[in-house]
């Protein structure tokens, strides 16, 4: 699983809260604070989460593995080279070329569609699960309530605690929801917000669910059917869109290109 800081749903203004009653809840850096922080924020939270939200809110816990995998993404770091040799990229092209003749069908419905062909998508789908291999097995409300709770990005992740919230109310998310180390979800890894904003209905946990989501947003973000995707082409910024890394959004261009030949 890619355990990074998405930029997925910076723009997006789906959930709605009033930042001054969100504040009120007391942030901390460490997990002294976190319950009775988390009461203070289902007080906040009444009115604008339903009761099976706040139910799940109320299950959630501080998890440390979430803050050492916000703390530690070294490999943002590194060269492009050094990246696609730690990630495995020329796996991912390879395996890539091959789900994309086997998935044909279901790669062209999704161009036709969205006009996002199968190379930046299967690069996404294989960097971010090693494609659905390996998803997470976090309690997600629980990565999302932590990153809301720190300090360090309390804003952004408690408007993505909101959406999570608002999707357990939905019925999308249960209070046991397993994701990833900040909260992401399905193959292509989600979070909460993005979910509500581009999800097409179908579900992130199968491939073609996660796909179709993933070309939706893309589309959303500005990709152009027929337009080059590689840096300085028009689509490159629809890549970044998804991640604000810039040697991931290289290495999912190249990797794309290497799939689409």
Known sequence: ??????????????VPWAGGAASAAQCGHSGAGFESWKQQFAEEARGRVGAAGIAALMTTHYNPATISADRGQRSFHLSLDQFLAKRGGSVIASRGRSLKQSNAALFASIEQRYGVPP?????????????????GNQHMLSAVATLAYDCRRSDYFTDQFYAALKLVDRGVFSAGTRGSMH???????????????????????????????????????????????????????????????????????LIGRQIDG
């Open 1 to 14: 699983m890619a355990s990074w800081f998405k930029t997925v749903a910076i723009i997006a203004s789906t």
């Open 119 to 135: 190379g930046p998508l299967l690069a996404i789908w294989g960097m971010e699960t090693g494609f659905g291999a390996v998803r």
């Open 183 to 253: 909260g992401e979800v399905g193959q292509t890894q989600f979070l909460p917000k993005t979910v509500l904003e581009y999800g097409t209905g179908g579900s992130l946990e199968t491939a073609s669910g996660a796909l179709t989501s993933t070309a939706n947003f893309l589309k959303a973000h500005g990709w152009r059917a027929g337009a080059g995707y590689q840096p300085g082409e028009a689509n490159f910024a629809a890549i970044q869109a998804w991640n604000a890394a810039s040697v991931y959004q290289r290495a999912i261009a």
